[in-house]
């Protein structure tokens, strides 16, 4: 059973929390997202330790990866002093957590530049143990990943889940479970290779999949089309997406945009049939653009449907990963949506129905 941040007394949360958040976003969505777990923590337990990764840094202490502008920056979001350790010295760490005042908040330098951290190694998670004396994981975002500070860590300290992981157990398994029908799942992106897992799982569940972007494009090359330099999945077994390219429920782009030999976004017609899709659906998943995003000109199918989104009051809407919710938040219409998750990688994982490493930890 997991034990849930929110429905602890209290009282039992004194002394030194680790508190495992992920700030490995260009922008601060996802520090935001946790600062209601932050300032629960701050309110109860004696001292705050955060811990994140950032990146895939290759070398240690490498500057382009570091933790420092993080810790300025959640300092003016908390207006609260954070102090930033920069080393991983854990005796000197843990004697400056000690003898700080009542009520300090520290951030730890990038995990990730510790090797220990993505091998999952038992002993980096007890140093890291030793700086508290419980642990809170409110980083779903890397929770599909087997890490020290993730998974290994909750061997040796008490653990729970924090406030927003609760609320991504919550939204996700109920867009799994129990979606109402309509059910219609949009499905883009670059890689068509990582959405495929999720498509399978879904099959039966969805009523529509709406295809854009890379899986669109290596769906439609499969079915003969010359799809030129377009992104597409060259990697994955080609008897798989053979039978999901089969599957009755999908709608494929039926105009496309392209720059010289490349498919850049879904053409109007699309956008419009897409549009209408969604206007009747009771649950909307979304995960990955139409098109380039980056670019104004081949926004506008993205846009399209972030905007049926959002006036279909009706439905239950379901979005994540990076790229997907700095766009819709750059168009002010990420609040239009049921719930955003902090997840790219670990949200597909969990709606495949795949075990999430860091979730599994905690329910021991
Ligand atoms: C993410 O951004 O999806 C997580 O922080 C995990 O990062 P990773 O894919 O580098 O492990």
Redesign the pocket.
Known sequence: MIRFLSRTDPETLRGTVLLRL?F?TEDDWRMRAVLPTIRLLAKYAGKIVIIS?RG?PTKPFDKKFSLRKNASHLAELLRKKIIFIDHFDFHKAGRQIATAPAHSIFLLENLRFLPGEEKNNPKLAKQLASLADFYVNDAF??SH?ANASVAAITRFLPSYAGLELEQEIENLTMAMEKPRHPFVFIVGGAKAADKLGVVRFFKNKTTWFLLGGGPANTVLALRGMDVGQSVKDEDTDLKAIKKIAAYRNILLPVDLKWRRNQILDIGPKTAVLYAKTIAGAKTILWSGPMGQIESKRFSKGSLALARAIAQNRRAFSLTGG?ETVMFLKKMHLDKKFSFIST????MLDFLAGRTLPGIAALEK
Do not use: E, F, K, Y
């Not at 997840?343 to 670990?346: K, L, Y």
């Open positions: 992920d490995n990764h895939r975002a890397v990943r990076g997840g790219g990688g670990a």
